[in-house]
């Protein structure tokens, strides 16, 4: 168990739809990450977040936002779906910046039909 | 820019046999140095880290991996593969400063008996 928590497991919806993941890091953790993992691309880098700041971007689409609240939790919006955006969604947590290994959550998988 | 390269998309060995998987990366300064495993529908897990110092580094279910600067390579090795070591094995690379780790492609282990 790497102590992250990533709700829900599942998400089925439509295009065009608003979706929001949700992500509370290990205890103790500042950093979290989200990671977009899809059969053609890969594991693809989106967004860090350190102590509630954002402090890096990845490839990450306008539709889509993040933020880090202030009890360390976090949560990836994902709007204007498109079938495209069908992957599993990584959160992964760490003490500091890129130099602390990171530790993931199971992620969710969002299919948009 | 930093990046990461696996060669080999998949790979099957017999189990008992021995492993190694390549990693090649791309970084101007030393690099911190990650190799994860995922299992079928779970997240990443930290298998062993370089950071500095001894080249050869031990790791968890008995994987080492040997930094070597001249060939920018960081490959992960096991003598002796188990049927549940089949699974997707990604290297990574951090920016020391930076805050974003890259992933390479990834490498699928299939054991045959």
């Known amino acids: 168990d790497s102590g992250v928590t990533q709700t829900p497991k599942h998400l089925i919806t439509a295009t065009g739809q608003r979706v929001t993941l949700r992500c509370s890091p290990r205890s103790g953790d500042l950093s979290v990450y989200w990671y977009q993992q899809s059969l053609d691309q890969g594991l693809q880098f989106l967004i860090q977040y350190y102590n509630g700041e954002e402090r890096a971007k990845g490839n990450i689409l306008e539709r889509f936002s993040a933020q880090q609240f202030p009890d360390l939790h976090s949560e990836l919006n994902l709007s204007s779906l498109e079938l495209g955006d069908s992957a599993l969604y990584f959160c992964?947590?760490?003490?500091?910046?890129?130099?602390?290994?990171?530790?993931f959550g199971n992620g969710t998988r969002l299919t948009v039909t | 820019a930093q990046s990461v390269t696996q060669p080999d998309i998949h790979i099957t060995v017999s189990e008992g046999a021995s492993l190694e998987l390549r990693c090649n990366y791309s970084?101007?300064?030393?690099?911190?140095l990650f190799w994860y495993v995922q299992s079928p529908g779970q997240g990443l897990q930290l298998l062993l880290k370089?950071?500095?110092?001894?080249?050869l580094v031990q790791g968890i279910k008995g994987f080492e991996a040997e930094f070597k600067r001249s060939q920018s390579s960081f490959n992960l090795r096991k003598p002796s593969v188990h049927w549940s070591d089949a699974a997707e094995y990604f290297c990574a690379v951090g920016a020391s400063g930076g805050f974003k780790t890259i992933f390479g492609a990834g490498t699928r282990l299939f054991v045959k008996a």
């Open positions: 370089y950071f500095s110092g001894d080249t």
């Open positions: 970084y101007g300064a030393t690099p911190y």
């Open positions: 992964a947590s760490s003490a500091l910046d890129s130099n602390s290994p990171l530790h």
